[in-house]
């Protein structure tokens, strides 16, 4: 094989390799989408049955703190006590790097990617012009 053949080829092999990563990069935002949806929709099957305990699981560590702060109370009963909306299922995800935004009919959810998964740092959030959400549940 030539020299200007052996670079082609080289070269084909560097084009495979960048189009094989490119097409492996683009799953993991699906991949993200889904686990975030996931938990997003077991947080509010939690709350809806009144798994307080379980939703309990489902927070973020701060988010979890400042709850059971604001009520003086354990996180399920603290968290028994909150009015958040009932909800219908998923309707859109967004996730970038390590944040994700579930919107339900009825709710949007903010979380966050810990090494246990994904955990519900804010809930019951409803979105106001020109402004942040306003959400029933956060952390500090």
């Not at 993991?28 to 099957?45: I, K, L, M, S, T």
């Not at 090494?115 to 956060?138: E, I, S």
Request: a neutral charge.
């Amino acid at each position: 094989m030539t020299r200007a053949r052996t670079h082609i080829a080289g070269r084909g092999l560097l084009l495979v390799g960048a189009a094989v990563l490119a097409l492996a990069g683009c799953g993991a935002p699906a991949a993200r989408q889904d686990a975030a949806a996931a938990a997003g929709a077991a947080f509010e099957a939690a709350v809806m049955a009144g798994e307080h305990v379980r939703a309990c699981e489902l927070l973020a560590p701060q988010t979890r703190e400042q709850l059971e702060q604001d009520e003086q109370n354990a996180c399920a009963t603290a968290l028994a006590s909150q009015e958040l909306p009932r909800t219908h299922g998923v309707r859109g995800v967004e996730a970038y790097g390590r944040q994700a935004m579930v919107r339900m009919a009825g709710d949007t959810l903010f979380l966050s990617l810990f090494t246990a998964g994904w955990k519900v740092v804010a809930a019951g959030c409803t979105p106001q012009p020109d402004k942040p959400y306003n959400c029933l549940l956060k952390g500090a």
